[in-house]
Every structure is written in C-alpha cells, then in structure tokens.
C-alpha cells in the first residue's frame, strides 16, 4: 500500500500548504476507484458531460480542443499528482479531450465527493484551488508563449516548464528529466509543425544548452537556457508553503 | 441601493445555479469595500502579492502580461459580474496584470472572506467555481485561436465570445452590443498588429458580417459569422442552471 504522503499529489500540495495527518487522509479517500489506461486513448471527450475528475498517479497525458478542420491544439499535458479536467467537470459538457500519452493510472473523484471534503477541510479546499490556479497560470503562460515568442523561445520556455513541475513531484532536476513527449505533441502544443520541432530541438542542441534524445530531456546549460527566454517560473508557485 | 438580484454577478452566477435569497445575501456581503477607477490604470500589477481579489461591478478591464522585450499579451477583457484575479490571488505573487478599459466600480474582496462563504454555503462555492471554471476554459480558447485560427477567424471568434457574455449580464444581443475597446486592445489580445486589427475589421464589414464602429459592434449577419468561425459557445456553460 501506498504511504499517502509519497503520492505525487500530496508532494505537490506540500508545496503550498503544510499537509496534516487528517488532511492527508481526506485527500486518501479521493483516491479510492482506481482505473488504468493505456497510451493514446482518450479519458475525456470534449463534450462529455458527466461532471467526473481524475488524479493522475502515474504516467503522462495531454488535454487537448480539435478543431472543425481537423486540427489540433494541445492545451497542457498533465504529469503525476496533476488533476485532470476538474475544472471542466463543474462545466455541463468538458471543454476538452483528455488523452493519454504513456500508459497511466488516475483515480476517479466525483465534483460531489471534492466538494465535500471542501466544506469539511477549508485548509485542503485552499490547496486544492490553489492547485487549479496553478493550472491556469500555466495555461496563461501557454497563451503567451504562443502569442508573442519565437519558435526556439517556445521550446525553451516549454521544457523548462515541465522541468519544474516535474522537480516538483520528484521526476526531475536542473540536470533533465525523461519525457516521454513526441514531436507531433510538441508540434500541437507549441503552435508548429513537426519538421520546425525538429529544426528547433536541432538549433538549441547545437548552441550547448539543450538535448532532447531517446526520450530524455537533457539540460546542458541550465542557466544559459533559462536567460535566453528570461525564464521567471514565479507563475509555477513552488517556493515553499505559503501556508504553515 | 442596488437591488443584489439585479447585480451583474448575481444575474451570471444564476445561469449555473438557481439562488436564494440567502446565498443572495452572501453575495452581497462580499460587495461591502467598494473602489473607483478612471480608465487606463492598474489595479493588480503583475508580481503583487496581497492577496486581494475583485468583483467588477461596472466598466471594463483587461488582465495582461508584459514580456521582457515590452510586447503585451492580453489575456482576456473582463466585464460587470466577473472576478478579477481571483486566481491569482490564491498564488503568492500575481501572474499577470489588470488594467481598467473603461472607468470602472469593483469590489474588493479578501481571499479569506471568500473561502468563508465557501465554508458557509457550498452551493455559492460551487456557484463561484463554475465562473473561475468559465474564465479558464475562455483562455483555452483563446489559445485555440491564437493557436490554430486566421486572424479574419479570431476576430470573429472575439466578438462573438463578447457578444455571448455580455448577453449573460444583460448588456448586448444578438444585433449587438457597446464595445469599449480600441484597435489596440484587439492586437495585443489576438496577436496582430493594429494595421491587421483594420485590415481584417474592413474585411468583415465588407463581407456583411459585421460592423464594429463609435464604440458599437453591430452583429449584420450574425449566423454567417458564426458560421464562417464554427462558433460553439457551449465552453460558455450558460444555456441555463445546472443547479436548480
């Protein structure tokens, strides 16, 4: 069994508020129906309408809005101890498709259930909003990166995102980290064409500051990278609990 | 004294949930530190850190983000009845700016008062989710079009989305609807220059579709447009009270 506090969920929260025995263990019942997929099916279509969240416990995924013309654009991926569609739950009908990149594990969490454990923890509802926050600044930053960034400044910007989230849960460091990612994914997500992601990656590898090889991420000049994008990751939030 | 049914949020918070007149009564306790502002200044600047959240109450705002090299993205415009940094508040520092279009009302309320209401009455939390949920998935979609659209695409797209929203509060129709903002805002919104914003605004008066002239958007065609734009404004969640 599991000890709750190694989830990635509860490392996350721990980045905002100090965690409790009780919280802890309300945040444990959350993660009672427990489901697996395997990589490339969607969890979630856009326009389904049955007001149900996940936890993400273990692997990758992408959420995802397809066009009328067939195509697509990549919202965020989610990565261990990350909500999926929560927010889209108390929507009538998801404003996305949730799809899974590798092989994953989530629990269900019925909106009913979360906002129970709302009104009997305010501390953990806290976190919890937080968390969703959290998610859209990401995807705010996603806008920007987008809308105003070069393509190589994108790339940068990107990977060193997922860096940090992913330090956060413990998947990563300054070093790199493995990422299970496609160029098609980083194509959708980042607004380019695949052959671009690949003359990009090309481009950052060739400068000394980054390789992204056989499914690993590897940070060759952090800081070199992160002044090229003048990467703030104050967006991210994770300086430490802002509640004792 | 205004009549708190009458209030621009109650009337959008009653799309999701059927209120009475108790939660009204709530609400209208969040309404207490009033706030005026002339046009084109800032009321939360990116960085901040108080913790302070905003019902607007009338006039516009827009939320944005200034990169290193002085470009603007604009996030999203906000109009009567909805939150301003609501999220933003729940992180330790802003992650991005609010600046009035319009000489604006707010009220301004403490993140902790909030999550009081929430404690109080689950049903008003789970109103004022719905609305941080309806932000959110907005700027998905203006990721998609930034993303994925033609410029002639996303501005048809903006303005009907505007169109849709203010309809909710009781401020436009389907001919229409008063529009504070200048061809400025649409470039730093869309991701054009201010030369494109008219380039492509002649082209859809031209077409039929659309006039948007003295701070009125006139809707001249409103299915063509929507049409032209696949315009689905389900991500809107506004058809009617999930919550009876």
């Known amino acids: 069994m599991t000890v709750i506090e190694d989830t990635p969920l509860a490392k996350k929260l721990g980045a905002f508020v100090?965690?409790?025995t009780s919280d802890l263990s309300l945040l444990s019942g959350l993660h009672r129906r427990r489901k697996a997929l395997v990589a490339g099916r969607d969890l979630v279509h856009q326009g389904q309408s049955d007001q149900i969240a996940y936890i993400l416990a273990a692997g990758w995924v992408c959420s995802y809005k397809i066009l009328p013309d067939g195509s697509r654009q990549i919202v965020d991926f989610q990565i261990p101890g990350d909500f999926l569609g929560l927010r889209s739950a108390l929507l009538h009908t998801s404003d996305r498709s949730i799809e899974s990149v590798t092989d994953i594990e989530v629990s269900e969490v019925l909106v009913r259930d979360l906002?129970?454990?709302?009104?009997q923890n305010l501390r953990l509802a806290t976190a919890v909003?937080?968390?969703a926050s959290r998610d859209e600044a990401m995807v705010?930053?996603?806008?920007?990166?987008?809308g105003r960034r070069s393509a190589v400044e994108r790339m940068a910007h990107?990977?060193?995102?997922?860096?940090?989230?992913?330090?956060?849960?413990?998947?990563?460091?300054?070093?790199?980290?493995?990422?299970?990612?496609t160029q098609y994914h980083l194509a959708d997500a980042l607004g380019l064409?695949?052959?671009?992601?690949n003359r990009v990656l090309r481009q950052l590898r060739e400068n000394?500051?980054?390789t992204f090889r056989n499914g690993v991420v590897t940070f060759d000049n952090y800081q070199g990278l992160a002044t090229l994008v003048d990467f703030d990751p104050t967006y991210l939030d994770q300086t430490g609990p802002l509640l004792k």
């Not at 906002?115 to 009104?119: D, G, K, T």
């Not at 705010?140 to 987008?146: A, D, K, T």
Request: proline share 2%.
């Open 208 to 210: 000394g500051l980054l």
């Open 18 to 20: 100090a965690l409790s």
């Open 115 to 119: 906002l129970n454990v709302f009104a």
């Open 193 to 197: 064409t695949a052959v671009h992601v």
């Open 129 to 131: 909003l937080w968390a």
């Open 158 to 181: 990107f990977l060193l995102e997922l860096g940090s989230r992913l330090t956060l849960v413990g998947m990563g460091d300054k070093s790199g980290y493995t990422c299970p990612l």
């Open 140 to 146: 705010v930053e996603h806008l920007v990166n987008i």
